[in-house]
């Protein structure tokens, strides 16, 4: 059968700021780099300077072939095709470099925001590709090692207008709320009732079989919560060469283990800058992450603990066990599989691992990396571009015509309901009736008023006959009046009901429809094929949300 080239949808870019849903650290990221230099490794905009940190990275001294090897493995589980094999083999070159970005293992694969960043990812790593002239690989980290089973469980999609929401239940949170690391957990057979509920929740469509069957093969029961992430996000991107990688593997936790012993023995220096950083950030923005030392977990009898040190000693955090740092270091030395990089050190995790020349980052991500510079110097690594995922507002058909019919814009929709509603009344209220009423209501006065001496100037009882008229007229006209009133409120009442499905399509819940809402609803209604158009449509310039026309 013939290729189908790729679609290229309609875009148009708004400011970030007109969105008023991100981070001021982050507005100010996108628009003035130059004003926070200091806390980054390299403007994101400049070729020469993604360039510089491919060449850092490249430089810095790994364990290639080890790298290679796991990574082969780990992406047989999931599905290996040409392309993928390819990069993965591609970074034994010692001047390859890889373009990462990640996210936690939500259930079948969490809000829009995951493809949007891969997309980023695979658009950013051709691009710096052509620009150095280097092997230059998309990696996906898969963060399956949080501990917080409550944020992956659900999915939400868009159902007869309103949010509905399917959540997962197959596991029971014991005490205290740690299951340990959510990409571990086996799927129960409860997910066949998550997925059936599901597909009844997505409209009929000519895509919904194919796209079910994918959904199916990778949320079977006895996989493992990560395993299904990987192989479905497989499946939305096929061919495109993208490498998974799981930090969650006995191999790359040895090859790690300097840095985590690092931490073990000076958390102290580690802690002193990064707090030094973050006050400074502080006074001018807020400080993303805060800490206590130290920047590890530990896994152990199937849960995941925060390591506090005291002193020269380090307890699991909510819990009485206490081990020296002989212990621990015993511990690291004999088992690098039972510990695990909290959000600080992970950055830090991964590029000890990979040859990472530019990281592609949410909103919230990209803030924190702010606070990350002295960390990376503290560690001997190379640090780098941070580069902002693409933000996207999809704007489906039915929604559009809403916006050509009204005056508004996709913005708009993030103000609260009723403030909109009656912004939108008054700007397309071309009438006042009761206006309108009292004034026609005193012209018939006046009218009656001059009409009554002269007809009882022809006859005076002819003057009862037309306060009689006053009255008729006036019970017409006030039955006329409410006529029209009555129909002004079947508009407003259609126009509520329009600004309230668009509202909940553009932002569920008053929040960016990339943070809410599944791909599947998206993909059920315009094909598998809508990630591969996106990735023709979307530009590389994300200092601006990007609104995609269907």
Known sequence: MPVVAPTAYTVRRVPLTAMRAFPALFEQYCADYDALAAYYAGDFRSGGARAEAAARAAAHPRDRDA???????????????????????????????????????????????????????????????????????????????????????GVRLLHRNEVAEVRYAGHTLPEGGNLGPVGRLVLTEQITDVLDAVEAMLAPSDFKAGLMAKVRDAYRPGTTLLDAFARLMRAFFPDEGLVFLSPDDRRFKRLTAPLFRREIEDYATALERFEAVSARLADRFHAQVHIRPTNLFLLEAGRRYAVDAEGDRFRLRGTAHLLSKDALLDRLERHPECFSANVVLRPLMQDTLLPTAAYVAGPGETSYFAQFKPMYAWAGLPMPVIYPRAGVTLVEPKVKKVLDRHPVDVPDFGEEHDRLFRRVILDE??????????????????????????????????????????????????????????????????????????????????????????PLYFLNKYSLDLLENLLVTLSLDTTEHQIVEL
């Not at 993965?88 to 990462?100: F, G, K, S, T, W």
């Not at 018939?444 to 008023?449: M, T």
């Not at 399509?505 to 809410?516: H, I």
């Open 67 to 153: 790298l290679v090897e796991v990574l082969l493995d780990q992406n047989a589980r999931w599905g290996l095709d040409d392309a993928t094999r390819a990069n993965v083999e591609a970074l034994r070159d010692p001047e390859a470099v890889a373009v990462v970005t990640g996210q936690q293992v939500g259930l079948l694969t969490g809000p829009l925001y995951t493809p949007y960043k891969t997309i980023t990812a695979i658009q950013l790593a051709r691009r710096m590709q052509e620009e150095t002239g280097r092997p230059v690989v998309p990696v996906f980290w898969l963060e399956g090692e949080d501990h917080d089973f409550d944020e992956v469980a």
């Open 429 to 518: 209220m071309e009438v006042d009736i009761e206006a309108a009423f009292r004034t026609s209501a005193r012209h018939l006065h006046e009218a009656v008023n001059t009409f009554k001496p002269v007809v009882e100037q022809v006859d005076r009882s002819l003057g009862k006959a037309a306060e009689a008229a006053r009255v008729a007229l006036l019970k017409e006209f006030t039955r006329l009046k409410e006529r029209a009133v009555k129909a002004e409120k079947r508009h407003h009442d259609t126009l509520r009901a329009q600004l309230n499905k668009a509202q909940v399509n553009l932002f569920p819940d008053g929040k960016l429809q990339e943070r809410v809402v599944s």
